[in-house]
């Protein structure tokens, strides 16, 4: 049972990155999928969430209407795509499984991927 994110790197300001975080071990299709991040000195943020089928979505107001989160049910992945970066975007990114279920706390953190925005 994982979850492990790639796609993490070094990126200019402006520019664009596609995180992935793909699931082993459980019915993917059963999650709601969260990625935060976490910077040095900051508490752990949210970013942006998507329900278990892909009908809902919610993001961060620091990210809206520069990240677009989705997943792929078929291939058990849930992406993060991250337009106009800036610096202050620079942390580690992690994805985040829930239940669905309400009462059901099964969840699990991948291991997070390093995102820096530097010129």
């Known amino acids: 049972v994982q979850l492990v994110e790639s796609g993490g790197g070094l990126v200019q300001p402006g520019g664009s990155l596609r995180l992935s975080c793909g699931a082993s071990?459980?019915?993917?299709?059963?999650?709601?999928m969260t990625w935060y991040r976490q910077s040095k000195g900051k508490e752990r943020e949210l970013v942006a969430g998507i329900n278990s089928d892909g009908s809902s979505t919610k993001y961060s107001d620091s990210v809206k209407g520069r990240f677009t989160i989705s997943r792929d049910n078929a291939k058990n992945t849930v992406y993060l795509l991250m337009n106009d970066l800036q610096t202050e975007d620079t942390a580690v990114y992690l994805c985040y499984a829930r239940h669905r279920e309400v009462g059901n706390t099964e969840d699990l953190w991948g291991q997070g991927t390093q995102v820096t925005v530097s010129s």
């Open positions: 071990g459980f019915i993917f299709s059963d999650y709601d």
